[in-house]
């Protein structure tokens, strides 16, 4: 089985910064794609950030110029170091795992984490 345990949340004034990460364990033969994606209350889960296995980036329209995606394949993590943060990013932060490909089963799977706090005070 594949599990995926982020750290880094909190809470930080606005301005502030934050790294979160993510490291995925477990019979990882390889992943397509790593990212993040963020759930506010009463709201439906986003994209925030995602990159590929070759370092394609893809980021939501609200924290480009803000955020930044980065992995490292060989320990199979990925990060996220968020810059100038506003109250509207506050939201729980999941890591994401797509198109794993695993050593015990045939197909490519899609893995989450459990979710991170991060609060952004005004």
């Known amino acids: 089985q594949v599990q995926l345990v982020e750290s880094g949340g909190g809470l930080v004034q606005a301005g502030g910064s934050l790294r979160l990460s993510c490291a995925a364990s477990?019979?990882?033969?390889?992943?397509?794609?790593m990212g993040w994606y963020r759930q506010a209350p009463g709201e439906q889960r986003e994209l925030v950030a995602a990159i590929t296995s070759t370092g394609s980036t893809n980021y939501a329209d609200s924290v480009k110029g803000r955020f930044t995606i980065s992995r490292d394949n060989a320990k199979n993590t990925v990060s996220l170091q968020m810059n100038s943060l506003k109250p509207e990013d506050t939201a729980v932060y999941y890591c994401?795992?797509?198109?794993?490909?695993?050593?015990?089963?045939?197909?490519?799977?899609?893995?989450w984490g459990q979710g991170t706090q991060v609060t952004v005070s005004s």
């Open positions: 994401n795992a797509d198109g794993v490909v695993i050593s015990t089963r045939v197909g490519k799977y899609v893995y």
């Open positions: 477990g019979s990882i033969f390889s992943i397509n794609a």
